[in-house]
């Protein structure tokens, strides 16, 4: 299904040192950003304490954070959880305090949110009497938790980027899984880095999306390679930077069409789905935004220095001597 198409291909590889100046700009900031500023891990990385509080009526977050802020929880988060009357609240771990006690110390903390609702006033004592939180459950993770926690996430990171290798080894060249696979660790390398310079929280979701992101780059990867491969099978006379750009050029319409409805879920959750959602919608969009580029002006570019070529894939033919028969016998 295409919405349009070009017929006259666009010169993108005129300009492909341009694109990887632009791309190797961006990483290296990225990767400054990390190396100064680091992730802000979540308290499933470094350890905390998680609380499912329930209210009758839908409290005020805000009033909630500044309370548990002032009751010296640093940098609480605290949101809805299945429906506005339940809370989410996370608190890291807090030197010389029993884990058990952190619940009973939060429920105190709330019992002095005044008016417990967003609509109440601050001398509304009855709805505050009325809209009591009621602690349902309560789970500590310890920081050596945290740390298996991490670990797991880079082996399966490292275990994605090897799968992919092989997957693209085998279905096309080696050149084509080089390509890709640095297109790809591009965009996983900016993700983390702009997390890195706003300091937004990296918790499991955000890892979830970095590996969702790993994926659907390299399917836009695997499009434009396998047009790159049926064009130099059927089109002769055209030069590899021909061949990609008339690659990239018939895969617009697609391109546009897919990466379109994927960002249009990703804003959705974005702007409806809540702080549950936030960062992870935030680092699907950096994904896609950057997966476009990267699989379309990185590693385009990237396989033709590598020197791809027609005769990778269209073996030539032996013609056979005029006057030789099969078994090689003259007549």
């Given amino acids: 299904m295409e919405f349009f198409r070009i017929r006259k291909d666009i010169p993108f590889m005129r300009h492909a040192l341009v694109f990887n100046v632009i791309s190797l700009i961006t ?20 350890g905390g304490t998680l609380l499912e509080v329930s209210y009758t009526q839908a409290p005020d977050l805000e009033r909630i954070r500044k309370a548990l802020e002032a009751d010296g929880f640093a940098d609480p988060q605290v949101q809805n959880f299945g429906s506005s009357r339940d809370v989410l609240i996370r608190v890291p771990l807090t030197k010389n305090t029993e884990s058990a006690k ?22 509304d004592t009855a709805t505050s009497a009325a ?48 390509s890709a696979i640095i297109a790809n660790l591009h965009d996983v390398i900016i993700i983390l880095g702009v997390f890195a310079l706003f300091q937004w929280e990296f918790s499991l979701p955000v890892l979830a999306a970095v590996l969702a992101v790993l994926g659907y780059s390299v399917n836009e990867s695997v499009i434009v390679f396998d047009r790159v491969r049926e064009t130099f099978k059927k089109k002769r006379g055209l030069t590899t930077p021909q061949v990609l750009d ?11 069409i897919t990466h379109g409805c994927t960002q249009a879920m990703a804003t959705s959750m974005l ?37 791809v070529s027609r005769e990778q894939f269209v073996k030539a033919k032996k013609d056979k001597a005029e006057g030789v028969t099969e078994d090689g016998a003259c007549v």
């Fill in 27 to 46: 990483f290296l900031a990225a990767v400054f950003f990390l190396a100064t500023k680091g992730l802000h891990f979540s308290i499933e990385f470094t």
């Fill in 102 to 123: 952190v619940g009973e110390r939060v429920i105190e903390s709330l019992q002095k949110v005044p008016g417990g609702t967003q609509s109440a006033g601050a001398g």
């Fill in 131 to 178: 809209n009591t939180p009621t602690l349902k459950r309560v789970e500590f993770v310890g920081p050596q938790v945290g740390k298996e926690l991490a670990e797991d996430g880079a082996l399966a990171l490292l275990l994605v980027i090897i799968g992919i290798v092989v997957y693209l080894a085998f279905r096309f060249e080696w050149r084509f899984a080089v």
């Fill in 246 to 256: 008339h690659a990239i050029t018939s895969t617009i319409s697609r391109t546009i």
């Fill in 271 to 307: 702007v409806f789905g809540g702080a549950a959602l936030h960062y992870f919608a935030m680092a699907l969009t950096i994904g896609i935004l950057f997966g476009i580029y990267s699989s379309v002006l990185v590693a385009s570019p990237l396989v033709m220095w590598m020197g």
